[in-house]
């Protein structure tokens, strides 16, 4: 556990994640047989912090309550693995059981992902104590789960009355509450369509900068990379092109690379090219994600990518 002021919170989903790897596309009516199974960190507070820990970036986690369970020891085991992280406010609770993800990758990168009770999980309250000494907030949003949704706005107020910065994922509608707290949005476009099909995505995204003031920045898998700064400058950014091997957490490392772009002072085009440097290495990662990137391998893919401002 860290002993270091920590600069990041990362609070929100925190589980297990198994990975089936089949010798085939399920098929209806066929019996599967599971040639691999390996587990990770899954839910996106743990896979940010995986990532910012990896970077010994001092970071706390908090958000989801886990149990006394295997999996829950495997969520501290991988986590404590990192000295930087702080586990003060992981809590575990005898009557909880972990939250677990099930996911089956295909040979395109894609992945059918199954996760169960995250509707219903429970929450480490927020506490103004949470947020002592932390610099960046790092929460997200997921349609269809209220609860979890109103403890990350109520982390977020919190964190904005002591002017601490939010790095939020998938706030995609002009009227919700968070919008004008926080201070970087990352929204897939996956996200923005779901709830808002007939939309244009970037003119949408334009709307939502223009009420928020932050810098606001639009991923689309492996198309273009949208952002646009406080000052209303339009950034584009094409991501590598690799082969992907399981497309799970794409979004997660992403944010992770903006906020260490932020932490470390860069232009966000700077960080723009660190944070999908990061995402293309995440997606090539090996089912068991046992070992994250270099900072070296992660610059050197930065490098050669180009950011183009548009306006």
């Given at each position: ?5 920590s600069k ?42 995986e990532w ?220 723009l090219k ?38």
């Amino acid at each position: 556990m860290s002993s270091t002021k920590s600069k990041v919170l990362c609070y929100g989903g925190i589980a297990i994640e198994s990975i089936f790897k089949l010798p085939y596309q399920p098929k209806p009516g066929i019996a599967h047989i599971i040639c691999e199974e390996h587990y990770r960190l899954g839910g996106g507070a743990a896979n940010v912090a995986e990532w910012l820990g990896s970077w010994a970036i001092p970071t706390r986690i908090s958000g989801y309550v886990i149990g006394y369970d295997h999996y829950g020891d495997l969520v501290w085991k991988f986590l404590s693995a990192f000295p930087s992280i702080d586990l003060k406010f992981l809590k575990r609770d005898r009557a909880i059981r972990t939250l677990i993800a099930r996911s089956i990758p295909f040979p395109d990168g894609n992945t059918y992902l199954f996760c169960s009770d995250f509707a219903s999980a429970k929450f480490t309250s927020p506490e103004p104590e949470m947020l002592e000494d932390i610099q960046f907030l790092e929460i997200s949003f997921y349609y269809r789960n209220p609860r979890g949704n109103d403890a990350s706005v109520e982390i977020a107020r919190i964190a904005k009355t002591k002017g601490i910065k939010i790095v939020a994922m998938d706030i995609v509608s002009s009227d919700h509450e968070t919008l004008p707290l926080a201070d970087i949005i990352i929204n897939s476009a996956a996200s923005i369509i779901e709830q808002h099909p007939d939309v244009n995505i970037f003119e949408h995204s334009k709307v939502l900068q223009s009420i928020s003031n932050s810098i606001m920045i639009t991923t689309d898998g492996s198309q273009e990379i949208n952002a646009i700064d406080h000052d209303g400058t339009h950034y584009s950014l094409l991501p590598p092109k690799v082969q992907v091997t399981d497309s799970t957490g794409a979004g997660d490392s992403f944010r992770a690379g903006i906020i260490y772009g932020h932490i470390k002072g860069w232009p966000l085009a700077q960080s723009l090219k660190w944070a999908a440097a990061v995402a293309a290495l995440q997606v090539q990662r090996n089912y068991s994600q046992d070992q994250s990137a270099p900072i070296n391998e992660i610059a050197e893919i930065a490098n050669q990518l180009e950011v183009h401002q548009v306006s």
